[in-house]
């Protein structure tokens, strides 16, 4: 169940909860929004969808934002909040927002955390170099010969996700395999943590 507080005209949270909320809890929220009412249709009736445009986090993203707006209401003695999220108005034509975080609603309804995704069917790779390219993993070669020799050793194909899982733990972000240096503590060079 999503309860919506705020003004509909500018922002509205919108409040997962498991279950229904008392009239106590409903109060605690209106305080931590802001005074941010509940909207409703008419008085004690609690709104099911607001149809109009927002601008929000994508519906399969919960955002950090919530993730601790949820722990403060743990803290304030509210139970069955599953997320909670903020949605800020926009005309029907704006399209100034960041894609990848955010989408744009034409209604705020029930159904906003729902993600109706199927999952992709495994993608076997033929040519690891080819993929590498295509998807821009930046492998070098000396990676890419390492995994065709896994390939013939496991006598399988690798999975798209298996190419991109190897390719970011062995990012240089998280390897630093860029880093050759070495350093000198007291005039003596002492041994690196990275990859030479």
């Known amino acids: 169940m999503i309860n919506f507080f705020g003004n509909p005209n500018s922002k509205v949270f919108a409040v997962q909860t498991t279950e229904e909320l008392s009239k106590e809890d409903k109060n605690k929220l ?4 802001s005074c941010s009412e509940l909207v409703s249709k008419e008085t ?5 969808s607001i149809d109009d445009f927002f601008i929000g986090p994508r519906s399969a993203m919960i955002t950090p934002w919530s993730t601790n707006a949820v722990e403060i209401t743990e803290n304030m003695g509210i139970s069955g909040i599953k997320r909670i999220e903020e949605f800020n108005h926009v005309d029907k034509d704006f399209s100034d927002y960041d894609s ?4 744009k609603f034409s209604i705020l309804d029930q159904n906003i955390f729902s993600v109706n995704i199927k999952p992709e069917p495994i993608f076997l790779i033929d040519d690891i170099a080819a993929f590498n390219l295509k998807e821009g993993l930046a492998l070098n070669e ?13 006598d399988r194909k690798l999975t798209d996700s298996e ?17 050759n ?6 005039g003596e060079e002492k041994t690196t943590l990275f990859l030479k």
């Open 30 to 33: 209106t305080w931590l929004f």
């Open 44 to 48: 004690n009736k609690q709104v099911a």
């Open 100 to 103: 990848m975080i955010f989408q």
């Open 142 to 154: 000396e990676e890419i010969t390492y995994l065709e020799g896994v390939s013939k050793k496991i």
């Open 163 to 179: 190419v991109f899982g190897f390719s970011q733990v062995n990012s240089e972000h998280c390897r630093h395999k860029i880093f």
């Open 181 to 186: 240096g070495t350093f000198v503590i007291d």
